[in-house]
C-alpha cells in the first residue's frame, strides 16, 4: 500500500483517522480550558463577587439555598486548597468532583486512543436516589437548628 492510499483525501496529508481523534479531543481538552480559565477566576474573587453571574434566582425569590448554591465558592476553596471551606459551601459538589474528574479523564483516555468517548449511561434506578439526597441536603441546609444545618448554608 502506498503513502497516498493511508491518507484520506482533503486531509492536509494527514493520516486517516489523526482529524477523527483531533475532533473528539476538542470536547474534553475545550472543557479543561474553560474549567480551568472559570477555577482562575473563581481563585480570584474567591467565588463570591463573579459578576456578571447573578445571584441564584431561586435564592433571590425565597432567600433560601438551593442545592447548587456556594458551588462557586465552593470551587473557589478547593483552589485555595481548603478542602474545609469547600465541603461546607456545597457538599454535593465537592463531593462529586473527584467523580467528574475521572469521567474527563476516561473522555479523555479513550479520545486519544481514536475509541468512541461517548459518557457511561447512568441506571435510572440512580435518579430518584440522587433526586432524594439533593431534596433532603436542600431542606437540611436551610434549616440551621438542625445539627449541621448551619455549616451546610454557603
Not at 461517548?118 to 439533593?134: D, E, T
Amino acid at each position: 500500500m502506498t503513502a497516498a492510499a493511508t491518507r484520506g483525501p482533503g486531509h492536509g496529508g494527514a493520516p486517516v483517522g489523526t482529524t477523527s481523534r483531533s475532533r473528539a479531543l476538542l470536547a474534553p481538552v475545550s472543557g479543561a480550558v474553560v474549567a480551568g480559565l472559570v477555577t482562575a477566576s473563581l481563585h480570584r474573587s474567591g467565588g463570591i463577587d463573579v459578576a456578571p453571574v447573578p445571584l441564584c434566582p431561586f435564592h433571590a425569590v425565597t432567600g433560601l439555598w438551593c442545592p447548587f448554591c456556594g458551588g462557586l465558592r465552593g470551587v473557589a476553596a478547593l483552589s485555595h486548597l481548603d478542602l474545609p471551606a469547600a465541603l461546607s459551601s456545597n457538599l454535593p459538589l465537592t463531593l462529586a468532583l473527584p467523580l467528574v474528574v475521572a469521567l474527563w479523564l476516561r473522555h479523555t483516555y479513550r479520545a486519544l486512543r481514536g475509541r468512541g468517548s461517548a459518557l457511561p449511561a447512568v441506571p435510572h434506578q440512580v435518579w430518584r436516589p440522587l433526586g432524594l439526597l439533593l431534596l433532603l441536603f436542600t431542606v437540611w441546609r436551610n434549616l440551621p437548628w438542625l445539627p449541621l444545618g448551619e455549616w451546610l448554608a454557603p
